[in-house]
């Protein structure tokens, strides 16, 4: 079993900057894909970003590509989003993901962030509010 805390959400006005964080923890142990994906209410989950240990380009989003970083420090198994230039559109709640079991082109196509997999693991997302 892995668990996965986020924390860094905030409210933030447009343009402005916020650095997500992601610990895993218990059985971490192995190669893992980690990323972030958000949903806000009334939409469907949207993946946005994910990095695969060992290196090779991480996956992002259209929508966030050029303003948002994602980055893995697998010595302390956890996953950063930094994420700049933010705009209204991006408010939503930020989950984390990992997987232990996929590898590097299925990491970074993106989809398997919420595709719901029995071998994934979700955190319980942290808030992302930007105002105009």
């Known amino acids: 079993q892995v668990y996965l805390a986020e924390s860094g959400g905030g409210s933030v006005q447009a343009g402005g900057s916020l650095k997500l964080s992601c610990a895993a923890s218990?059985?971490?142990?192995?190669?893992?894909?980690m990323g972030w994906f958000r949903q806000d209410a009334g939409k469907e989950e949207e993946p946005i970003a994910a990095?695969?240990?060992?290196?090779?380009?991480?996956f992002l989003s259209h929508s966030v590509k050029g303003r948002f970083t994602i980055s893995l420090d697998d010595r302390k198994k956890t996953v950063y989003l930094q994420m700049d230039d933010l705009k209204p559109e991006d408010t939503a709640m930020y989950y984390c993901a990992a997987n232990y079991q996929i590898f590097y082109y299925e990491c970074i196509a993106g989809s398997w962030l919420v595709n719901g997999a029995s071998n994934g693991y979700r955190g319980q997302g942290t808030q992302v509010t930007v105002s105009s």
């Open positions: 990095i695969k240990t060992g290196g090779g380009a991480p």
């Open positions: 218990g059985d971490t142990t192995g190669s893992v894909c």
